[in-house]
């Protein structure tokens, strides 16, 4: 898991699920695969570059965001090897990459619809306690994450 700063609520939640993830398969969460705090794609190409040179490297990869993912897929384009990549955030073009980029997909225009109405409702005064809203996610197979 290579994710964004533990201070982002959705970067804790994305941590949240993927610890869920792999307790739900049997498998426990090992620290040395984890890097957290990653906030570009070059911090994200050292920390994929960083855990690919592990003495036992991880066999898949689980990018918080878009910036994580863009950064991964740098890496595994020039080092060749074959590792599973899901990443959280869809990217533009993701189709049309070389090395395919399976995803946690959302839809940006209700995320940005729901947080305007959001901000409209306290900027009239309601002052009701915060409201979490959860939006659907899809899994876009491009062919990435289904590596065995």
């Known amino acids: 898991m290579i994710g964004d700063k533990t201070t982002i609520f959705t970067a804790v939640e994305r941590f949240r699920g993927y610890c869920e993830a792999l307790e739900g398969a049997g498998l426990e969460v090992d620290n040395a695969l984890v890097r957290l705090g990653v906030r570009d794609t070059g911090a994200a190409e050292s920390a994929t570059s960083e855990l690919l040179s592990l003495p ?11 910036r994580i993912t863009a950064g991964a897929l740098r890496v595994l384009s020039r080092n060749g090897r074959r590792v599973a990549l899901v990443g959280f955030d869809d990217l533009e073009l993701a189709e049309l990459l070389v090395l395919p980029a399976t995803v946690v997909a959302y839809e940006p225009a209700e995320l940005g619809r729901q947080a305007a109405e ?6 009239a005064g309601d002052d009701s306690p915060p409201q979490r809203v959860v939006l659907p996610t899809t899994l876009v197979a491009r062919g990435a994450g289904e590596m065995r």
């Open 56 to 66: 036992k490297p991880p066999t898949a990869l689980f990018t918080g965001n878009n």
């Open 118 to 123: 959001l901000l409209a409702r306290r900027l």
